[in-house]
């Protein structure tokens, strides 16, 4: 299956090409049906009148203001991949409740549980993906991004509820967090930052 729509830095003029080929044309330019509706709703919020002539005023308000000022085409940079999201979501619900496990585990046996400060690398340069594994990292118990360093793809975790030498406990979030971004980027990434990771 070939996915054209991740060819490369042409990308976003491409999707733009094709959503100006799906646009009506006026005087020219093209004029997105989706963004005029909606901001014919707003027109209509802003009336506080649902009337025909409210609806009118408002699609021609909304072709006036997308002709005159036609916005650029946008890239955030992810893509979304059915398998690779389900693998993703499989292992992300079984590290929740592992984590969870073992954070109730410390908290009930200990009143100081052992904690540490690691930095962890992250392979992607991509922004969108930093952002997702940030998320990730922080949204599974026992572990928090407290930084990160994007010239240096460098995250600083806390890290709650592992016992061991700081070496080992270093190593074990890195390979918590590199397995993460593999398949975050797998789940979500553009081809260039699946090759990226090799």
Do not use: N, Y
Not at 72 to 82: E, Q, S, T, Y
Not at 99 to 123: E, G, Y
């Amino acid at each position: 299956m070939t996915e054209p729509s991740e060819a490369g830095p042409q990308e976003p003029e491409r999707q733009g090409k094709t959503r100006d080929r799906l646009a009506p044309r006026l005087f020219g330019r093209p004029v997105p049906l989706a963004l005029v509706c909606w901001l014919a709703l707003i027109w209509m919020m802003l009336w506080g009148d649902l009337s025909f002539g409210t609806l009118v005023g408002g699609l021609i308000a909304g072709a006036v203001v997308t002709w005159l000022l036609p916005l650029p085409v946008l890239d955030p940079g992810i893509r979304f991949r059915p398998l690779p999201f389900v693998r993703f979501l499989a292992w992300f619900l079984l590290d929740l409740v592992t984590s969870t496990a073992r954070v109730v585990f410390w908290v009930l046996r200990s009143p100081s549980p052992p904690t540490a400060i690691v930095p962890v690398r992250l392979r992607t340069s991509s922004e969108a993906m930093t952002v997702m594994v940030v998320i990730g990292v922080t949204t599974v118990p026992g572990s928090l991004v407290l930084g990160a360093d994007r010239e240096r793809r460098e995250l600083t975790i806390h890290v709650l509820g592992r016992s061991g030498p700081h070496a080992v406990v270093a190593a074990l979030t890195q390979d918590e967090v590199t397995a993460l971004e593999t398949r975050i980027v797998a789940a979500f990434g553009t081809r260039a930052d699946r090759k990226e990771l090799g």
